[in-house]
């Protein structure tokens, strides 16, 4: 399933629209497909939610009991800034994607983590 989302991604196949009577649609407008930036497998929010609480729970230094939506990793949880380093390069791991440093450092929360994995175009 996440091969063929990452393949869908970057590849466009002609579809024929059967909406659209044959006289009225031109040739070309039969044939392409619109197309839009966001494919149809765009995570759902409460699916980036469940993982990057999954990840988090995971880390060795973590209570996951003290683990929520809206906990911060050094004044909730105690880390350090290692640890929030360690935790944001798991994340990149689980949703296969680069979070570049001047962004990762702003990531200091669960919160933060969940907002810019939710919104990032190519998380997986």
Known sequence: MA??????RHIRVPVLQT???????????????PMSSHGDDHLQKEEVIERVLSVVKSFPKVDPSQVTPDVHFQ????LDSLDNVE???????EFKLEIPDKEADKIDSCDLAIEYIYNHPMAG
Do not use: C, Y
Request: aromatic share 6%; glycine share 4%.
């Open 19 to 33: 909406l659209a009577p044959a006289s009225t649609a031109s040739h070309w407008q039969r044939w392409i497909r």
């Open 87 to 93: 935790i944001v390069m798991a994340l990149e791991e």
């Open 75 to 78: 004044k909730d949880l105690g």
């Open 3 to 8: 091969m063929r989302a990452a393949i869908l």
